[in-house]
């Protein structure tokens, strides 16, 4: 028993235990709001890889088609993947007559404020069509 300190018995104080119960709590609820975080940007990526394959689609539709597409702008709805999207294709004459470039903008349904996705590309005339 020469070893015991007198005085200071070998146990934490009550000081000391809130201490170290703040610092937990502190350090568990900034991992709380990252996580927080990273579930809500999951959800943004969702969205805006959905609203990519429907404007690949559209442009891939249009080349499909095989027609040569009118200038100007034409709107409207697509679903994919269970969310509701809706899409404008504006088409613009290039200095070359062979070709149409095609602008596709998709937006989330009740948001239209922001595009989630624009692609553009280019359509070609068909072998012996009219200008």
Same mark, same amino acid.
């Given at each position: ?26 350090? %568990? ?6 996580? $927080?975080?990273?579930? @809500?940007?999951?959800? /943004?990526?969702? !969205?805006?890889?959905? &609203? ?21 702008? %034409? ?6 993947? $269970?969310?509701?999207? @809706?899409?404008?294709? /504006?088409?613009? !004459?290039?200095?070359? &007559? ?29 072998? $012996?069509?009219?200008?």
């Amino acid at each position: 028993m020469a070893n015991r300190r007198r005085g200071r018995p070998e146990a934490f104080t009550l000081v000391e235990v809130l201490v170290a119960l703040a610092i937990i709590s502190i350090a %568990l609820l900034a991992a709380l709001r990252v996580a $927080g975080g990273g579930t @809500s940007s999951v959800g /943004e990526l969702r !969205a805006r890889l959905l &609203a990519g394959w429907v404007a690949e689609n559209i442009l891939a539709d249009q080349r499909v088609r095989g027609e040569w597409p009118p200038t100007g702008i %034409l709107k409207g709805t697509q679903s994919q993947g $269970g969310f509701e999207f @809706s899409w404008r294709e /504006e088409v613009i !004459a290039t200095p070359n &007559a062979a070709f149409r470039r095609v602008d596709i903008r998709v937006f989330a349904v009740p948001d239209e404020a922001h595009a989630l996705a624009h692609l553009a590309g280019f359509v070609v005339r068909p072998v $012996g069509g009219s200008r």
